[in-house]
């Protein structure tokens, strides 16, 4: 008997040594700090990486700090150099306008991992994780679907800024809609800003009066531009988050981001003493981008089997959403 429990004691010793430090993690409390320049409610680009970190509470413990609202950059600079003081486990910086900043304070504290998006760039630093979105993936479906649904054969965009995950929806949406129809008038106003909602509600109005029948729009900004949609019961695709609840009359899908599914690769990682030096991204394949009906709103039957189709062969492969 006493050979037994020596053997035993020996067997869970080797284990606990062999074990891999997720194990050891177990049970332990991240810290975990969001900064991000609009509100957390936005029911966009802040919103989406929220409730990513608050779908994996449900699973492992989380202290999660937030600091919203930072559009400027100055400050949201303070605020990552702030938690990483503070002995934060994981800063994450969502947004691709805090890259300068991030490339010059990651290095002063080695022992933090940091994480920020939407891009492709670690900047090659060991402790910096980047994250993307393949927002061209479920733009594309929404732009087949839109030039299937127009009736005066226009779509509209209100995009914010040209660059990253913005850009990527936006050219997504006007080529599917060109797969659908060659013909449509696929018309993009960027007005140059992520936040001004009046802008963007101008925006709107000024593309359905050229002929867009359809629109859709990214970044926190498009309330305006719902509004004005909503205003004149136009047809509206939504993306980053389901935006059903700002016009359950007009929204028909929404593109839907699950960062969840990164940020567990992130934090498995960062269990692992893996700090960063990656990059992951969502899509509709892996399940990071989810394509979500409004069940409120009358969508033909036809329309909506036509996305879902498309869906599948994006996710198959058989159908190319990139533009190169």
């Known amino acids: 008997m006493k050979r037994s429990y020596l053997y035993l004691a020996a067997v869970l010793s080797a284990l606990f040594l062999l074990a891999p430090s997720s194990i050891l993690a177990a049970g332990k409390t991240l810290r975990v700090a969001i900064i991000a320049p609009s509100a957390r409610n936005d029911l966009a680009f802040t919103q989406s990486i929220v409730d990513g970190i608050k779908a994996i509470q449900k699973e492992r413990p989380i202290e999660l700090a937030i600091t919203d609202g930072t559009f400027v950059v100055e400050d949201a600079a303070a605020a990552i150099r702030d938690y990483a003081k503070k002995g934060f486990d994981l800063v994450i910086a969502h947004g691709s306008q805090y890259g300068g900043s991030l490339k010059e304070i990651a290095p002063d504290f080695p022992n933090t991992a940091f994480a920020w998006g939407t891009s492709a760039d670690t900047f090659g630093l060991s402790n910096v994780s980047s994250y993307e979105a393949a927002s061209d993936e479920g733009g594309y479906v929404m732009g087949v679907m839109a030039a299937a649904m127009s009736k005066k054969g226009g779509v509209g965009v209100v995009g914010p800024v040209e660059v990253g995950a913005a850009k990527l929806y936006v050219d997504g949406f006007v080529k599917g809609a060109k797969a659908q129809n060659p013909k449509i008038r696929a018309k993009v106003n960027y007005i140059g800003s992520f936040s001004d909602v009046a802008l963007a509600a101008e925006a709107a109005r000024a593309l359905m009066a050229s002929g867009a029948d359809v ?3 990214t970044s926190q900004m498009v309330v305006g531009a719902i509004g004005a949609a909503r205003a004149k019961r136009v047809p509206w695709f939504a993306t980053q988050a389901n935006q059903t609840e700002l016009a359950p009359e007009i929204v028909v899908a929404s593109q839907v981001y699950k960062w969840e599914v990164v940020l567990k690769k992130i ?21 990071g981008i989810v394509i979500e009906f409004n069940d409120g709103y009358k969508l033909a039957p036809k329309v909506k089997e036509l996305g879902l189709k498309t869906i599948a062969g994006i996710k198959d492969g058989s159908i190319k959403t990139g533009n190169k």
């Open 215 to 217: 629109l859709t729009g």
């Open 267 to 287: 934090l498995a990682d960062l269990d692992k003493g893996i700090k960063g030096g990656r990059k992951y991204q969502i899509n509709l394949a892996n399940g």
